[in-house]
């Protein structure tokens, strides 16, 4: 068979069951092309000998005709899931040579529906960025160029960064990512995949780093609707060590991927209208509205009118939460340690050497915010806030629309360096379009839409009802099916 790291996830699977491929063959060609691709960053720890190890009990498993759901399909692990046995970091100093004893849920769901882990993919520090540049490891590059000046490093969106780039590049079938405020359909949307964020309590947080608890989901990243639908089938789930994973059973979300979004409605909502919207994100907005008309859905109008809270209540809840979370790396239990007279300036010492400035400034900004005096006026205060951008939601929902249709990001990716270094707040205005949906706690996916002018891929999103990620499904595919088809640039990236 030609390259197989050009098929998809659905692809490698049929092949596999037909024994055209092994698993071990699959594999390999991963392998390899992750070793000649390191240019890219996208990991921070390769495993090829489990991914070999896995691969050959695959094959022995198609052999007896005993195959698992994702039976030897090579996948990559963002390194914010904790990997029994292997190094996790969370992209950070402070857990740099931290071997979890233990597998976090969603990873070791793959692992028993027979996934290979290729490797742990890079991330924004903590799950902390919109850009990849905040990895302690090093920012990852996109395999995407822009037509007027390809020396620019391209960023692949964050935090998970790693994934996205990783899955446009063809180095894994699939990747896990997280997203707490938009960094599963941010870098979806930055590199021309498809990322899915369910509902909350759809995926189990245990055994994947905290950011902020009450927002963080995990959820696939892939290169089809489908293959999208086969990973989420697997990764969600009901898990007695995690309270807030829903106790409901899961769908098969690939039967979803073909149904008809005949009479579906759709709702656009006139607050993510931005001022200043690029007129070329307006018009990939309406080119989605018509894409949709066209499979037979009814669009309507709809309005959120507490959108524009979002980002300012966002960037205090994630941050509160975060500093909380955030507390546990003492020096004492995990990681890096660096020495002191007593134990608080050992505290000291290391939080200040194994922690990097965004993260820094998120736990500063979250001790804030919590502090006494300041709780009412800005925590519960955005509490509040965060009800009303539930509520609006809820709202439209309540009025028959069964999904929102929006951009997924309000530009398309963006140079190395080119923003954010002197102010954060024009890092933090990428996720306009994407912190609603963890404030309400539904699913969202990021689906390629085409290519700007400038060459680099747009992407749109649709917002679900909560645990309606079916309908997400079947929608995000008709976009799929209409849209031009985005072609990778040739692989430039690749030694030798
Ligand atoms: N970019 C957002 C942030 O920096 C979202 C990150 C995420 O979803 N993990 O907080």
């Not at 904790?82 to 990873?107: N, Q």
């Not at 949709?292 to 509160?320: C, F, N, Q």
Request: charged share 20%; hydrophobic share 40%; proline share 6%.
């Amino acid at each position: 068979m030609s390259d197989p790291t050009h098929l998809s996830l659905a692809e490698a699977r049929d092949a596999l069951k037909s024994k055209q491929l092994s698993a071990v063959e699959l594999a390999q060609a991963h392998i390899d092309a992750i070793s000649k691709s390191r240019a890219l960053n996208c990991f921070i720890t390769e495993t090829p000998e489990f991914a070999l190890a896995q691969a050959q009990e695959s094959d022995a498993r198609i052999a007896r005709g005993d195959a698992r759901p994702l039976e030897g399909l090579p996948l990559g692990i963002k390194d914010l899931y904790c990997s029994k046995g292997v190094r996790t970091t969370a992209g950070s100093r402070i857990l740099d040579d931290f071997t979890p004893t233990y597998e976090s849920t969603v990873s070791a769901n793959l692992l028993r529906d027979g996934a290979a882990m290729l490797g742990k993919l890079n991330l924004d520090e903590f799950a902390m960025g919109s850009s990849n540049e905040t990895s302690a490891f090093g920012p990852v590059v996109s395999p995407w160029r822009r037509a007027a000046d390809p020396d620019a490093k391209i960023v692949p969106g964050g935090s998970s960064g790693g994934s996205s780039s990783a899955v446009a590049a063809r180095l894994c079938l699939g990747a896990t990512a997280t997203d707490t405020g938009g960094s599963i359909r941010q870098p979806a949307a930055f590199t021309g995949t498809v990322g899915i964020k369910p509902t909350y309590g759809r995926c189990s947080r245990w055994g994947i780093v905290a950011f902020a608890s009450s927002l963080d989901q995990a959820g696939p990243i892939t290169r089809t609707v489908r293959d999208a639908a086969i990973m989420l089938r697997s990764m969600a789930g009901h898990d007695p060590k995690d309270t807030t994973s829903v106790d409901a059973p899961v769908p098969d979300y690939e039967a979803a991927v073909g149904a008809s979004v005949k009479g579906r409605r759709i709702g656009v909502p006139k607050e993510y209208r931005i001022d200043g919207m690029s007129a070329e994100i307006a018009a990939l907005w309406d080119e989605g509205v018509a894409w949709l008309k066209d499979a037979g859905a009814e669009i309507v109008e709809i309005s959120l009118p507490h959108t524009r809270y979002a980002l300012p209540t966002y960037y205090i809840i994630a941050p509160a939460e975060a500093s909380s979370n955030l507390a546990r790396y003492d020096g004492v239990r995990y990681g890096c340690r660096e020495q002191g007279r007593d134990v608080s300036e050992m505290y000291e010492k290391t939080r200040a050497a194994g922690f990097g400035p965004e993260v820094r400034r998120r736990i500063m900004i979250g001790t804030y915010v919590l502090s006494a005096g300041y709780y009412d006026a800005y925590y519960v205060r955005a509490q509040k806030v965060r009800s009303l951008i539930k509520r609006d939601f809820d709202e439209a929902f309540a009025s028959g629309v069964d999904a929102v249709l929006t951009p997924a990001t309000p530009s398309t990716a963006f140079a190395q360096g080119e923003k954010g270094s002197a102010d954060p707040v024009e890092m933090y205005l990428n996720d306009v379009f994407t912190v609603t949906v963890n404030m309400a706690g539904l699913p969202g996916v990021a689906v390629p839409g085409g290519l700007a002018a400038n060459g680099l891929p747009l992407g749109l999103q649709l917002i679900g009802k909560a645990f309606d990620e079916e309908t997400l499904f079947s929608l995000a595919a008709a976009i799929e099916r209409a849209a031009p088809k985005i072609e990778l640039p040739q692989p430039w990236w690749r030694e030798g």
